[in-house]
């Protein structure tokens, strides 16, 4: 028997003004055909782990294709078509039994809130109900009646930070292979709530509120009501009519307990939905706090997020340690095209006087004038260290260190996701030694904290603001939680006993 395989994986953000097209994509992942495997192998992506378990299950895999565009605005609407027309005639090419694809699920394209539902949709029609569909997802899928009632098998992330996607394409996969081989007959179904909920407070482990709902998810499969229970806080920055918090549960036929897992997953969210915020500083508040400290502190610029769809040029915090005159080492980055490349015709060791950020949105902040000396040049070339990503290269483009007194400035050309802290060894600063360094994430960076090391968050406007009641939501109808205090979680499948 054999298995479609493609993965088309890109997380969106209204709040964010960039598009994605063919260049941000192949600076991450695309492959066709026979430079799949080469591109995937090794990798700890989903397609990765789906590929090893449909193997292991004796399927042969047809890869069609794999696309991962990290995450960003929204996705250009030409290369989106173009990328489904090819997943779509790529799984018609030969007769198949099966059909799995690793998706993220709150990917935005022009003219479309939903572009993983039209694509399980689309080949739902072509294939007909016989041939089981699976899809891995990120915990921060937008998941839609339309992804559910097509796909057979939905299966999102256990953990945030996010370190499991290998893993969880080869639980869905597993999952796959099972129904092809007619050991189960999976049923899948969503609950959503109307509300959303801060990503800062969205940590999967020790006490935090998204560990209890990973611990129930998981004693609803080891106590058979459920072959795969998932959770979807969701992605928040997506200005849609149709956004809330989910659940969803895969069960062996059986529809009542699926419902009944897929509700509590989602009320389990809701009922937390207080404990998830994050306190959080102005930039300025923030460094005058890091200085008071003992020990080495990370400041998390959480309205900059790359990993969010923002573009990563914010300079707010940067802005506030230039005022704050440190005495102390400490490292930031930005992303400014511009910057980066006048430093290269520069060269190092020159003297450099330029304007930092907001180079890619100025809606946010005024530039930071910096005054300073090149340090020194890089080609922006990583290999990640972890997470989703892990094992996978990484191009922030060529990339300056501009040292201005105690401050190291990293300017790369092209945001890039961060999981730990590739990016600034990857320009020769080793933030070990550093008092205090910003990370661009409001949650990956806690994979760096030890004993010496303390974080504090920093608020404010962005595209990937923690305080999503301070958005000013267009289409997204009030009231939901958190802009609004409700008591009762409002169901947004009107289904069966909600
Ligand atoms: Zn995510």
New binding site residues.
């Given amino acids: 028997m054999r298995v479609a395989l493609a993965s088309f994986e890109f ?1 969106g953000n209204t709040l964010s003004s960039q598009v994605h097209r063919r260049a941000e994509f192949a600076r991450k992942v695309l492959a066709e055909g026979d430079d799949i495997l080469p591109a995937i192998e090794g990798r700890d992506l989903a397609v990765a782990g789906a590929w090893e378990a449909l193997r292991k299950e004796g399927l042969d895999v047809v890869p069609v294709l794999v696309a991962h565009g990290g995450s960003g605005g929204i996705v250009e609407g030409a290369f989106y078509r173009e990328t489904f027309d090819k997943i779509v005639a790529g799984v018609l090419s030969q007769p198949v039994d099966g059909v799995f694809l690793a998706l993220h699920g709150a990917m935005i394209c022009e003219g479309e809130n939903d572009p993983e539902g039209a694509l399980i949709a689309a080949l739902r029609e072509v294939l007909g109900p016989g041939v089981p569909i699976a899809a891995s997802l ?3 899928a937008h998941v839609t009646p339309r992804m559910a009632d097509n796909a057979d098998i939905l299966v999102g992330y256990e953990t ?1 930070p ?1 370190i499991d996607a290998y893993g969880t394409g080869r639980r869905a996969a597993e999952l796959l292979a099972a129904t092809m081989h007619g050991r189960i007959r999976p049923v899948t179904r969503l609950k959503r709530i109307d509300a959303l909920l801060p990503v800062a407070g969205g940590s999967t482990n020790g006490t935090a509120p998204m560990a209890e709902v990973r611990r129930l998810a998981r004693l609803a499969e080891s106590g058979g009501r459920a072959l795969s229970a998932s959770y979807f806080p969701v ?1 928040p920055w997506l200005d849609i009519d149709d956004l809330g918090i989910a659940g969803v549960a895969v069960s062996d036929g059986d529809e009542d307990a699926a419902d009944a897992v897929a509700k509590e997953m989602v009320l389990a969210m809701w009922d937390r939905r207080r404990d998830f915020e994050i306190p959080c500083r102005s930039p300025d508040d923030a460094i005058r706090e890091a200085v008071r400290r003992p020990g080495r502190v990370l400041i998390s610029d959480a309205p900059d997020c790359v990993g969010g769809g923002a573009p990563g040029d914010a300079p707010a915090v940067l802005a506030a340690l230039l005022h704050a005159g440190l005495e102390v080492e400490a490292a930031v980055l930005v992303v400014d095209p511009d910057v980066a490349a006048r430093a290269f015709a520069l060269g190092i060791g020159q003297l450099i006087r330029v304007n930092v950020g907001s180079a890619l949105d100025p809606r946010f902040h005024p530039p930071a004038e910096v005054d300073g000396v090149v340090e020194s040049l890089h080609d922006g070339r990583f290999t990640y260290s972890g997470g989703i990503s892990a094992g996978t290269p990484g191009n922030m483009g060529p990339t300056a260190v501009i040292r201005a007194g105690k401050l190291r400035v990293v300017v790369p050309t092209y945001a890039t996701y961060e999981y730990g802290d590739e990016q600034y060894r990857a320009a020769g600063v080793d933030i070990g030694d550093c008092r205090i360094a910003v990370l661009k994430n409001p949650m990956n960076f806690r994979t760096l904290l030890d004993e010496r090391t303390s974080w504090i968050m920093v608020g404010g406007a962005g595209p990937t603001t923690p305080d999503l009641a301070s958005i000013e939501w267009r289409v997204k109808k009030r009231p939901f939680w958190p802009c609004d205090d409700q008591d009762n979680p409002v169901f947004m499948e009107p289904r069966r006993d909600n």
Avoid: F, I, V
Wanted: charged share 30%; net charge negative; no cysteine.
């Fill in positions: 997380e990120d915990l921060h945030y996010h992605q």
